[in-house]
Structure formats: structure tokens, C-alpha cells
């Protein structure tokens, strides 16, 4: 059924190309002479350099554009625990994005590993050969403790794309969204429906970003979130990330999903697919003005038009067949874009809220009102902008290993972004098949 969503089979489509990405040479090999250069004995000058300075890999290998989408599978997004295998063709999309969207060469590693140590042993063993690695499609909370773990021991960026490029997302609609229905965060009450990754990793985010704690309230499968209900001491155990929400959020105590609706001003959804996970008398118990962001895919937890109906003001989906679609396609290729350029040691919140930020206010410069809170994933200047942004908030944070003014960022940002997508329209008529 889901396959009338696609002009063309996907799996048919797959088997045409053999997967999505192939790797080509980026040097000229014009003669014979060429490969004392490029290997031996040419390639031991290279070594010897970078053994006596590891930051020079990052200038004189692939490794300062290069980064690994590592999964093991545990948790796809609409597929739920289908293994590495399986998960493989969603790594493969995830490096052509990176690719023709920032400039970034991804290498996908779907990986056997059960468990956290695993997961962290994998990483560690593979941060020599790259720049940076993608966290993506691991089951929570694994991927919580992963994230933490690797943010302390790698020296290079570590980021997990359901977390942070889906929170990054919603921060920059909501900046947006807030200031058409005049709203404030430091008033505002937030409905996140769902407490997976991304939704728990937005809580954190909107804290950071200034929203007030005490008005916001995680609803999961049973319930709304709060200090005193009955599994919250089990939860310290079993999930520290939850409990310690729990613990943190909805001063109101709010107990029945109505009470945490009524009087509501954003709701974000980030639940399964729908229709009819949310239901329209929730909205009617909002705010004025509310703000509603219904990001399940395929199907969001309600209809645009229902929402719209029930009273909301501001509506986005993750579909890009709705108005205001807020998706992590708009994040994650400029903010790797952004630590490469400055050579990064890290990503955290902040990083999260600096691209945020700036993907509002492009937004905001071509004027924003409530069908477009957000950019497109077509405008492509923005992609350029973003990265700058993020390079110069790494600088400024003590994470960049190269520190330059925003204007040179913005350079090294355009030129490796528009040198890839030039790359790729030139190799169009080779790989196209009639």
C-alpha cells in the first residue's frame, strides 16, 4: 500500500542502480608515473607525516570530508528492529543526501551489535579513517548512552540523527511558528507526544534554548510523564533519559493526556504513523493560536486538513507533499558540513541550536507566515549559510581545531557544496540508464 506513495518501485529502482552510491577517484591518473605518487613509493612521505601529527589525516586523506553512517539496525524508522542488513538501504539514501546536499562524503556501516559496549568498541575502532560519524537507526535507549559515551572518549563528532537533526528541525519551526502566533518560550506550554529519541532529545534542546521545564510534558505510551507516577523509580534504572524528564517536566502534574493538551500552545508529535493517533478534540482543548507538528511518516499522527479543522494555527508534517515539512534532511548534511570545515571534536546541543537558529532566520528573510515556517530542502543556498553558522558556533565553543571568521566558512562551505553537486551532474549521463 505504501508503494502508491512512489512514482516508481523502489525495489526496482534499487535493483537498477545496485544501491545508490559507487566511489570514484578524486585525483587525475594520467600516466604510469602517477602511481608512485599515489602508492608506493610515494604514499610512505604521506604516512610519516601524519604518524608524527594524527590532525594532519584530516588535511592530507580523504578523512577530513569523510564520514561513517553507522547502524546496527536495532531501530529503523518504520520498520522497527530489521537488523544491519536490512537497515543498509536507508544508510545508502542517508550518504547520498550527504552527498549531494552538503558536499559530504559518507561511507554507510551497517554493523552486528548487540549492544552498547559493542556499538562503542565499533565506533572507537573505526575513528582513524574518518571525520566524523552518524549515529543512525539504533533502538533507545541504546543510542542515548552511545551518543554520551562517544561524545567523552572520540576526538571527532559524533551525532545521532534521530536525536539532534530531528530536534534541530523542530527548533527551527518553532522559532518560526512561535513568532507568527505570538508566542513565547519562556511562557510557552509544549505537548511532545511520543518520548523516543527524537522527542526526548527536543526536550533537551528546548531547555537549552530557554523554554521553561516545568511547561513541558513528554506523553509516552502510558501516559504522560510525571515525578510521581508509578514506574518513574523503575525508569532509573531501565532509562535514565525518561526519569530524569520525569523529574524535571510538567509542573502541573498533568496525569491524562486531556490535561496535558488543555491549554497547550505547541504540540509535537513524533509517534506512530496515524491517522488517528491524535485526536482532534486534543487540539480544541489548546491554546489559541496553536502550533501543531504531526511528523510520523508515512502517515502523520493526523491529517493536515484535520488539524487544521480542530483549530490549529501552524501545521507541519515530515512529508514534503504538505506545507512547513520539518525534517533532519534540512540539518544533518550542513552541520556535518560545518564541523568538517572547522575539524570539529564534537557535536552537542548547542551546535544543535546554532543550526537551528540559522535555518529560522533564512526562513524568516524570504518571509515566513504559516504555510512556510521553515526552508525547503530545495533552497540550496541555505545548506551554505547553515554550515557557516555551525563552523563559526564550533569555534566560538572551543571545539574547532581550525578557527576562521564566518565569511571564510561560508567559503569553504560553497565551494565544496557547489564542487559536489557539479561532480554529480557531470557523471549523470554515465550512470543514467534509458
Not at 148 to 160: D, G, N, R, S, T
Amino acid at each position: 500500500m505504501c508503494l502508491l506513495l512512489f512514482k516508481l518501485d523502489p525495489v526496482e529502482f534499487s535493483r537498477k542502480y545496485g544501491g545508490k552510491i559507487q566511489i570514484i577517484p578524486k585525483v587525475p591518473l594520467k600516466s604510469y608515473d602517477d602511481f608512485s605518487i599515489i602508492y608506493t613509493p610515494g604514499v610512505a612521505q604521506v604516512s610519516k607525516v601524519i604518524e608524527s601529527d594524527e590532525d594532519r589525516s584530516f588535511e592530507l586523506t580523504s578523512r577530513g570530508n569523510m564520514i561513517a553512517v553507522l547502524t546496527n539496525g536495532t531501530r529503523v524508522l518504520g520498520l522497527g528492529p530489521i537488523g544491519p542488513t536490512a537497515g543498509l538501504p536507508v544508510m545508502e539514501g542517508k550518504a547520498l543526501l550527504y552527498k549531494f546536499l552538503g558536499g559530504v562524503d559518507a561511507v554507510p556501516l551497517a554493523v552486528k551489535a548487540e549492544t552498547t559496549e559493542d556499538m562503542i568498541r565499533i565506533a572507537e575502532a573505526i575513528q582513524p579513517s574518518f571525520g566524523g560519524i552518524n549515529l543512525e537507526d539504533i533502538e533507545s535507549p541504546m543510542c542515548f548512552e552511545v551518543w554520551e559515551k562517544l561524545l567523552e572518549k572520540l576526538k571527532i563528532p559524533v551525532w545521532h540523527d534521530d536525536q539532534h537533526g530531528t530536534a534541530g528541525a523542530i527548533l527551527a519551526g518553532l522559532i518560526n511558528a512561535m513568532k507568527l502566533a505570538d508566542k513565547k518560550k519562556e511562557t510557552a506550554k509544549v505537548v511532545l507526544f511520543g518520548a523516543g529519541a527524537a522527542n526526548i532529545r527536543t526536550a533537551y534542546v528546548l531547555i537549552d534554548y530557554g523554554f521553561n521545564s516545568k511547561n513541558i510534558i513528554l506523553i509516552d505510551s502510558k501516559g504522560p510523564l510525571y515525578a510521581n507516577r508509578e514506574d518513574v523509580d523503575k525508569l532509573m534504572f531501565t532509562h535514565k533519559w525518561k526519569y530524569d524528564l520525569a523529574v524535571r517536566t510538567n509542573g502541573e502534574n498533568a496525569i491524562t493526556i486531556e490535561d496535558a493538551f488543555k491549554g497547550a500552545d505547541i504540540l509535537v508529535a513524533a509517534s506512530k504513523p496515524g491517522p488517528g493517533t491524535i485526536d482532534r478534540h486534543w487540539i480544541m482543548l489548546m491554546n489559541d493560536k496553536p502550533i501543531a507538528f504531526l511528523l510520523a511518516n508515512p502517515v502523520p499522527e493526523m491529517m493536515p486538513e484535520e488539524a487544521k479543522e480542530a483549530g490549529a494555527y501552524i501545521v507541519a508534517t515530515g512529508r514534503s507533499d504538505f506545507p512547513n515539512q520539518v525534517n533532519n534532511s534540512l540539518v544533518f548534511p550542513a552541520v556535518f558540513r560545518g564541523v568538517l570545515d572547522s575539524k570539529s571534536s564534537k557535536v552537542d546541543d548547542q551546535i544543535v541550536i546554532a543550526a537551528a537558529e540559522e535555518l529560522a532566520r533564512q526562513a524568516e528573510i524570504k518571509g515566513i507566515n504559516p504555510d512556510y515556517i521553515i526552508p525547503r530542502m530545495d533552497e540550496w543556498e541555505v545548506f551554505i549559510e547553515e554550515a557557516a553558522s555551525v563552523a563559526d558556533a564550533s569555534a566560538k565553543l572551543g571545539y574547532a581545531r581550525i578557527k576562521l571568521s564566518k565569511d571564510d566558512y561560508r567559503q569553504i562551505a560553497k565551494e565544496k557544496i557547489e564542487s559536489s553537486r557539479k561532480i554529480l551532474n557531470s557523471i549523470l549521463p554515465f550512470i543514467e540508464k534509458p
